[in-house]
């Protein structure tokens, strides 16, 4: 259920960013957001590429994820209007099998991340994230074109979203939990349920 495309892009960062507006604020936010995701591919490239056991690899990805990702704002996202209708504690189980989940198939495929490269294009501002364009190239497949959206209204960038070939992941996600959701009677435990089972067996 946890969609999968966003798990092998979330581990390709490189950044080098052309082309700023020239607005100083603006500027800024667009140079934080660039130092950011270049430092983040940089410390992925060094993860899956060197030495150390696939333990060793995961736990310093796994790392690297936590710090880098709003994971809690794209689950809270993902849940829609059922995150209002959720009790504290399916909220709290929520949080946790999403961002499990997350882990797991990240962790689970480091080998897949191997070779990847981005060619990076323009960055811009909209709605108080940063986009940037750029290509992916994975070794025996087509060039893929993501967008990387940023937030830095914390203070703190943080990657919130990707936008691959046209498509938000985290939208298709959302729909993919609204389409459950439907067929379960708009039950947020049950969807917690599948989610606990679909972590069982991936564990």
């Not at 800024?28 to 995701?37: K, N, V």
Request: glycine fraction near 6%; aromatic fraction near 4%.
């Amino acid at each position: 259920m946890l969609t999968r495309r966003i798990l092998l892009l979330s581990a390709t960062v490189i950044l080098a960013v052309v082309g700023l507006p020239p607005s100083p604020a603006r500027a800024q936010s667009l140079d934080q957001a660039a130092a950011f995701i270049e430092q983040t591919g940089k410390d992925i490239a060094a993860a899956v590429n060197g030495p150390g056991s696939p333990a060793d690899k995961q736990k310093t990805l796994q790392a690297i994820i936590d710090r880098t990702v709003d994971v809690n704002e794209v689950a809270r996202f993902c849940l829609g209007r059922f995150w209002r209708t959720a009790s504290a504690q399916q909220q709290k189980d929520y949080l946790d099998l999403f961002h499990r989940l997350l882990m797991i198939n990240i962790t689970g495929k480091i080998g897949e991340y191997q070779g990847v490269t981005i060619a990076v294009g323009r960055a811009q501002p909209r709605e108080g994230v940063v986009v940037v364009a750029s290509t992916v190239n994975r070794p025996g497949n087509p060039p893929s074109k993501v967008d990387w959206l940023v937030s830095t209204e914390s203070g703190s960038p943080k990657i919130t979203d990707l936008i691959a070939e046209g498509t938000s992941l985290r939208l298709t996600q959302r729909s993919d939990y609204s389409a459950f959701l439907a067929r379960n009677n708009n039950s947020v435990q049950a969807l917690i349920d599948a989610l606990k089972q679909q972590a069982s067996k991936e564990s």
